[in-house]
């Protein structure tokens, strides 16, 4: 499937592209592999300014590869999920390096006039990363997403296990499935697949 969902847009939103680009797909066999990605992505100019929507199921690893993420972007002391506070803002670097980075966990949204309440639409037209865990229960409000990036946990019968004592078997591998919604996003997934 090859579909970008698009959002209606608010104020500064990118433009959506009229043809999708290819999705990326990669199998992660263990965290590391995660940290690697986020490593590589976190290492393009373009992340900076981006909008990342994040799918998947409970558990799938959308946390986990945050907080990779943010790690790999220098944000340094403990990284909280945003499950009961919606946006966990972060900063790093001073002056014209700053970054702005704001994590939102949308599970619990449940009204679109929270939206505007808690400010929301000025943090998606400033400057900053954006990256947003269930932005479904927000998609009549978001923005066109850059990067859509979802994980699925690969059933036993899709990675193969040769550890016999499963209380030492590894986690399960996660599937990733990149699609880029914008300009800026088919920059990012193209330099990602170089």
């Not at 680009?21 to 100019?45: M, S, V």
């Not at 590869?65 to 946006?87: D, E, M, N, Q």
Request: with cysteine.
């Amino acid at each position: 499937m090859t579909a970008v969902v698009v959002h209606p847009g608010i104020v500064g939103s990118p433009i959506p592209m009229p043809h999708p680009t290819p999705a990326l797909l990669q199998t992660w066999t263990c965290e590391d592999d995660t940290a690697a990605f986020a490593q590589r992505l976190a290492a393009l100019p373009g992340v900076r300014h981006a909008f990342i929507e994040l799918h998947g199921d409970l558990g799938a690893g959308k946390t986990t590869f945050v907080r990779h993420l943010l790690r790999a972007l220098g944000v340094s002391g403990r990284i909280k999920s945003p499950t009961y506070a919606v946006v966990e803002p972060h900063e790093v670097g001073q002056d014209a390096q700053r970054l702005r980075i704001w994590h939102f966990d949308f599970y619990r949204f449940n009204d679109p006039r929270e939206w505007e309440d808690a400010g929301f639409r000025d943090l998606f037209a400033s400057p900053g990363l954006k990256l947003a865990e269930w932005p479904e229960k927000a998609a009549s409000v978001l923005p066109p997403a850059d990067l859509v990036l979802n994980l699925r946990v690969l059933a036993d019968t899709e990675a193969a296990s040769t550890t016999e004592d499963l209380d030492e078997a590894p986690p399960a591998p996660r599937e990733l499935r990149l699609q880029a919604g914008t300009a800026l996003g088919r920059e990012l997934l193209e330099a990602l697949r170089a």
